[in-house]
């Protein structure tokens, strides 16, 4: 009874603890986000479900696809036989679900079926997982082993790959100590198998070994939800938002700058009634740190997978120049995270620490520069991500508030002021070139 009784306290400590901290991690993302300015994006649930949850744009690299599907799959339906494993910590039973439909047959054949499928789906993610592992660290596919991931975002992405190893194995754990304690009782395929490594092993000794898989499985479950948070992993629940919130204008659509038609406007009549401050603050031109930028692009840093895709299209990365759209969002995350900090640091309120995310080790002039606006990285991107939107916004402050061009845009820059076109011609003498000399 004391066993009991300890174990359940310890089953809730556990589910406390670890929901508090995921919270915690998770309202402050939302907080980060929140920072953001206002943006009206009309959700649309097609785009959603086929990006998303369909997963369709991974499939322009199909092998890759497949793999990737695999790990989705396993990790949704994996799910299910959480819920047991739940329902048996809270109220201390065993197989709950099993023993409620053990004398029903088709549920119960429905039980082995989904628990079955599931060993079946975790052996392939293991194997995939092992492939993932090879891809990086042996094959050193280019844009999982360059220089931007160095550090922190490389440990990340084996870590997770190390979670689910030990997720997989804990679950097998299990399910085969039971299998080998109940004579096979429960039926299910693989780990019915594997049960005969463990035959003729003392009742005892493989009741422990089930105990074990069954709280390493919990263990590996919390260990992720916590830390979630602070890895790219979080895509596995942003993507759906993000897509749900893609942009539906067409790929290089510029918006207006409210901030320019007010000076327009100021232009045309001094007198004109327009604000000096919008609902987000004073009126500013482009963005120059996180939070001018909108809450979708401060969603879309959150969600990056960082799997470089658009890195990998982009003609000026290809070309030799220092620009990554994967660091740019990367970069504009790490900002974003700064900022928050600085926030919970200071008990809610932004102490300014006279940094921005242009310069600063963040974003360089150099990469702002060198981006073609070509799109490529928005069709790339996996999860509907445009690093194009941040580029054009920061390019747009450092030229228009710190006049920070090259040489040569400052001639065009004043032609079209002058000349309403990038010559250096009047627009009077636009048809010059059709009259007979
Ligand atoms: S839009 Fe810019 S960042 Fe994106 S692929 Fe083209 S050049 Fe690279
Ligand atoms: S922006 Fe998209 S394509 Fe680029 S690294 Fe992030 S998820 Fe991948």
């Given at each position: 009874m004391i066993g009991f009784i300890i174990e359940r306290i310890a089953f809730f400590a556990a589910i406390g603890g670890a929901g508090y901290i995921a919270f915690k991690g998770f309202s402050a993302i939302y907080r980060n986000i929140m920072l953001g300015r206002k943006e009206k994006l009309a959700g649309n649930l097609n785009t959603m479900l086929l990006v998303?949850?369909?997963?369709?744009?991974?499939?322009?690299r199909p092998i890759v696809a497949v793999l990737h599907f695999i790990f989705y799959v396993a990790f949704i339906v994996t799910q299910i036989e959480l819920l047991e494993i739940m329902i048996d910590g809270a109220?201390?039973?065993?197989?709950f679900v099993y023993h409620l439909v053990e004398h029903i047959a088709p549920l119960r054949a429905l039980y082995v079926f989904t628990v079955s499928s599931i060993e079946v789906l975790s052996l392939m993610t293991f194997f995939v997982t092992i492939i993932f592992f090879i891809r990086r660290d042996?094959?050193?596919i280019p844009r999982l082993s360059s220089?931007?991931?160095?550090?922190w975002p490389n440990m990340d992405a084996h870590l997770i790959l190390l979670m689910e190893i030990n997720l997989i194995l804990n679950i097998f754990l299990m399910n085969t100590a039971d299998m080998a304690v109940s004579n096979?009782?429960?039926?299910?395929w693989l780990s019915g198998i594997f049960a005969s490594a463990f035959a003729g092993w003392d009742v005892e000794i493989l009741h422990i070994l089930e105990k074990v898989g069954w709280w390493g499985h919990l263990a590996g479950v919390l260990g992720f939800l916590m830390y979630l948070s602070i890895s790219k992993h979080l895509h596995i629940l942003l993507a759906f938002p993000n897509t749900y919130f893609?942009?539906?204008?067409?790929?290089?659509y510029l918006d207006n700058m409210e901030s320019v038609t007010r000076e327009v406007k100021l232009m045309m009549?001094?007198?004109?009634?327009?604000?000096?401050?919008t609902e987000d603050g004073p009126v500013k031109f482009?963005?120059?740190?996180?939070?001018?930028?909108?809450w979708k692009n401060l969603l879309d840093a959150y969600t990056?997978?960082?799997?470089g895709r658009c890195t990998a299209q982009c003609p000026a990365n290809l070309t030799g120049?220092?620009?990554s759209p994967r660091t740019i969002m990367m970069k504009t995350r790490d900002r974003l995270e700064e900022v928050g900090k600085n926030i919970d640091a200071n008990g809610g309120i932004w102490k300014d620490d006279?940094?921005?995310?242009?310069?600063?080790?963040?974003?360089?002039v150099e990469e702002l520069r060198?981006?073609?606006?070509?799109?490529a990285c928005v069709e790339e991107c996996p999860v509907n991500i445009s690093p194009l939107n941040i580029i054009m916004q920061l390019r747009r402050n450092l030229i228009m508030?710190?006049?920070?061009?090259?040489a040569e845009w400052n001639g065009m820059f004043a032609n079209l002021e002058?000349?309403?076109?990038?010559?250096?011609?009047s627009q009077q003498d636009r048809f010059n070139w059709a009259k007979e000399q």
């Open positions: 998303a949850f369909g997963q369709k744009k991974m499939f322009k109220f201390g039973t065993h197989r042996m094959l050193k220089i931007d991931l160095e550090g096979g009782a429960y039926g299910l893609t942009r539906q204008t067409p790929n290089g009549d001094p007198n004109a009634a327009v604000p000096e401050s482009g963005a120059k740190d996180v939070t001018d930028l909108s990056c997978t960082e799997c120049k220092k620009l006279g940094k921005s995310l242009i310069e600063n080790g963040y974003i360089s060198a981006c073609t606006t070509c799109n508030e710190d006049s920070n061009s090259p002058n000349n309403a076109a990038p010559w250096q011609f």
